[in-house]
């Protein structure tokens, strides 16, 4: 059902350091409750412009409010893409929807998406 793909298959070493810190301060905001973190669009696909922005999928175990989840993160978010110079975009889902529904968005994401 997953096809994800590693990070080893980044070509651009500016995002897979944006992708290490963004995972960093995610794991100490979210602890057990992060399940993953998913890269996906341009940026995943290699076909990334120097106006791209990043696309971050973050799934998380148990119920969420995904408006809750920007505001929650938007700190972190926000020094990371001044820090960069880089927008990041992310949604967010929990575990069971990421695993059990099949939108458009989905299937893209399982079919191009990198484990961050």
Known sequence: MLAIKNLEELKNPKLASILAELKSAFGMEYGDHLAQIILF?????NEATNDSDIDILVVLKGEIRPSDEILR??????????????VI???FMTEKRFLHHNSMLLQNIRKEGMAV
């Open 41 to 45: 669009g341009s940026q995943a696909r």
């Open 89 to 91: 975009s992310c949604i």
């Open 73 to 86: 993160t938007g700190g972190i978010v926000s020094t990371l893409s001044l820090k960069h110079e880089q």
